[in-house]
């Protein structure tokens, strides 16, 4: 474990934070746990948590400067298999190879953040050096961690986002992003076909002018001649 004497600042505190322990997560690991996390209930899903360990005097904290997710389908009871870890261990080396492994997240919408006891046995087998556990609910929009003391959980209460520029974590995000599929043109492409000018009606001519003709006093028009024949008009004599 490492001493330091200097803490991130500009940070933004959620929830109520410990005199003796303080976790602090990068934005960017934030974004990207807020971005990937599905809300499907009964969906489960696994991150990875990378950081460093410091002292500051009495004071333990713990900084998570990046994350990888578990790739392989997640189901109850969960279960973390060898080809996972040594991926995971690959993926750490690639991405990360400054930071350790601090712990883990488990999403679970729908089902809220309580019971990680449900998780002690697999994290004392699996993980049982690292001291971080996180619980989320991506359908409730909730989040808790707790610290492994050896045995059991312990819930941590809050913890504070910090900006800092993070290039290993940008260059994951924008590797891991799915890259656009290209659509192969279609086989039949359809004819382009004139549409034909409408035929003249015969009778427009005739219908424009009678629009134009004012009324005249002592007989109406009233009938529509046929084609090639004069209108018909009907006389009406007035007292």
């Not at 261990?89 to 309580?114: A, H, I, R, S, T």
């Not at 035929?199 to 219908?207: G, K, Q, T, Y």
């Not at 009233?222 to 007292?239: C, D, I, K, M």
Request: net charge negative.
């Amino acid at each position: 474990m490492e001493t330091t004497d200097k803490l991130p600042n500009n940070v933004r505190q959620i929830g109520q934070i410990s005199d003796t322990l303080k976790i602090y997560m990068e934005q960017q690991v934030s974004e990207f746990l807020e971005d990937h996390r599905r809300a499907e209930i009964g969906e489960l899903q696994i991150f990875y948590l990378l950081g460093r360990e410091y002292h500051l005097g009495e004071q333990r904290v713990l900084v998570v400067r990046g994350v990888l997710e578990e790739e392989m389908p997640v189901h109850q009871p969960i279960v973390i298999t060898l080809d996972s870890l040594q991926m995971l261990e690959k993926k750490k080396e690639l991405y990360f190879p400054k930071l350790k492994l601090l712990g883990w997240m488990l999403n679970q919408p729908g089902y809220g953040v309580y019971g990680p006891q449900r998780q002690a046995s697999l994290h004392r087998q699996q993980f049982g050096q690292c001291p971080l556990f996180m619980l989320s609910d991506s359908l409730e929009q909730t989040e808790e961690f707790y610290l492994w003391n050896g045995t059991d959980f312990e819930s941590v209460g809050g913890y504070l986002i910090y900006y800092d520029p993070n290039p290993a974590m940008a260059n994951m995000t924008a590797k891991s992003k799915p890259e656009p599929v290209e659509r192969p043109e279609a086989f039949w492409q359809p004819e382009e076909t004139e549409i034909p000018p409408k035929e003249e009606d015969p009778l427009e001519p005739w219908l424009q002018q009678r629009e134009r003709t004012p009324f005249r006093e002592g007989y109406t028009a009233r009938t529509r001649p046929v084609s090639g024949a004069e209108p018909r008009r009907e006389y009406r004599e007035y007292a």
